[in-house]
């Protein structure tokens, strides 16, 4: 508990949302290390690029083969307004090998939510686990209301 409430604090001052233990109460399973497929190999990950834009995901329908590993680029491109990227389902289908964000590298199987500042991106290195269409979105007031939201889909490998 003590290393998980120290990686809560330095995620959150890199401006990385960890929310509380309602996936445990929602049936949830943690990610862990566990679930990463053996031979995974990171050279040959793709890379997804995806604008958090005030107030729309560019592109808002992103589609992720399981068990391929892949590098999310998150950029929230405006000026003005912290915008994130939300829902549990979907963070509790994938495994991150790591996350960067503003160039510190951040190793953890195990995130809930990501919350950028203005004009700032993160690198997340994960590999999609649990197959399935998961609803994203920004849970900043009023954002998703206003459109910030779409879907990220898990296809099993051919
Ligand atoms: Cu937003």
Not at 20 to 37: C, N
Not at 59 to 77: H, Q, R, S
Not at 134 to 151: A, T
């Amino acid at each position: 508990m003590g290393v998980k409430a120290g990686l809560t604090g330095l995620v959150l001052g890199l401006n990385l949302a960890v929310t509380g233990p309602v996936y445990a109460e929602a049936g949830h399973d943690d990610p862990t290390i566990t679930w990463m497929p053996a031979n995974i190999d990171w050279k040959k990950a793709e890379t997804i690029s995806i604008l958090l834009e005030d107030n729309l995901f560019t592109p808002d329908d992103v589609v992720l083969t399981a068990g391929k590993p892949y590098k999310l680029v998150l950029t929230n491109v405006s000026d003005r307004h912290e915008h994130d990227l939300v829902d549990l389902a979907f963070f509790h289908s994938v495994v991150f090998q790591k996350l960067i964000i503003g160039g510190v590298e951040i190793d953890t199987p195990h995130a809930h939510s990501l919350l950028l500042e203005p004009n700032t991106s993160a690198n997340l290195y994960l590999v999609p686990v649990k197959t399935g269409e998961y609803e994203v979105y920004c849970s900043v007031e009023g954002h998703r209301d206003d459109g910030m939201e779409g879907f990220f889909t898990i296809e099993a490998a051919e």
